[in-house]
């Protein structure tokens, strides 16, 4: 009975590990999850239902914050539902659907960063062609490239990934990876790491070049300009640009945890694996919130109505 539940099924030890904290960690997470979920949501009702922010900067950040809503529900709900299981597990399946959601919209947000940066970078440097370049069409185009073509690489990615033979069955992960199912196999992954380097050469490395050199072409202009022009640029790139540098350092620590559940306790990639999902999960809406001008003016005066209804 056991192989059987072997051959369809993975088990995720790394849950384990934290057994004398998981009702800690279950109230964390979930705490995380409601809050990310409730300011994703506001931020994305606040630039769909105001007129103002019907502009591309805006539609781009309900974007990326509709991927990080979903990406909090691809993890959030298994994980919690993990954390009060004696013995968490998941199929192969369901493993692999998971993994290509969270790869996917992880890629997508790459996308999504590039094309915020194209979009900063026409207002800023172009700005008499931007109507022209960003328009709706455009950012329709813009929007479906960002998600399509992620959508299509990973798919593959997983397809690949569910034509290996399994040898063991467990995965040291409090979620589901690629990288991590494919390295449970007995067979040559030659494929699938050729393919891994495709896809992160097509949705992570090219869009972190073009984020560089677009924002370099930027400060280049800025520094042309005047002290009030250099201010209004900076107060539109920095929220971009602080999501992009979590994105990317997120992305390097993803990386190198993989390779460290092979050479260290897997203590570690366990408490790395619960960092990434808490951090990746909260940035986007506080910074966005926070730090550009017309979102938070919108929020505060919406929570202030609100307690004054009350």
Not at 34 to 57: G, N
Not at 240 to 268: G, K, M, P, W
Request: hydrophobic share 50%; glycine share 4%.
């Amino acid at each position: 009975m056991e192989e059987g539940f072997n051959e369809t099924y993975l088990t995720l030890p790394g849950h384990a590990r934290f057994d004398k904290l998981r009702y800690l960690f279950f109230f964390m997470f979930l705490t995380v999850y409601i809050f990310a979920s409730f300011t994703d949501s506001l931020i994305i009702f606040l630039i769909c239902s105001q007129r103002s922010l019907h502009k591309p900067m805006y539609v781009f950040i309900a974007a990326l914050l509709l991927n990080s809503l979903a990406g909090s529900t691809a993890v959030y709900p298994k994980l919690l539902s993990d954390f009060l299981s004696e013995r968490p597990f998941v199929s192969r399946s369901a493993c692999l659907c998971q993994a290509f959601v969270v790869y996917f919209l992880g890629g997508s947000s790459f996308m999504l960063l590039s094309v915020m940066a194209f979009d900063r970078y026409i207002s800023i440097c172009e700005p008499l062609r931007y109507a022209t370049l960003v328009s709706p069409s455009a950012v329709a185009a813009l929007l479906l490239l960002a998600w399509l073509l992620p959508a299509g690489l990973l798919a593959g990615g997983a397809l690949l990934a569910g034509r290996l033979r399994l040898c063991r069955f467990q995965l040291d992960r409090l979620y589901c990876d690629i990288y991590s199912f494919v390295n449970l196999s007995c067979g040559s992954t030659l494929v699938n790491n050729m393919y891994s380097l495709l896809c992160n050469a097509m949705i992570v490395f090219l869009p972190i070049v073009f984020v560089l050199f677009s924002y370099s072409r930027i400060l280049v202009v800025c520094l042309r300009q005047s002290g009030s022009f250099r201010g209004k640029a900076m107060r539109t790139c920095l929220p971009h640009l602080l999501v992009f540098i979590n994105y990317s350092i997120c992305t390097v620590f993803e990386l190198v945890n993989n390779r460290l559940q092979a050479d260290v306790d897997a203590v570690v990639p366990g408490v790395m694996s619960i960092l990434m999902v808490i951090i990746t999960t909260l940035f986007n809406p506080v910074v966005y919130g926070l730090k550009t001008q017309e979102i938070s003016k919108r929020v505060k005066k919406l929570l202030c109505y609100r307690r004054t209804e009350g």
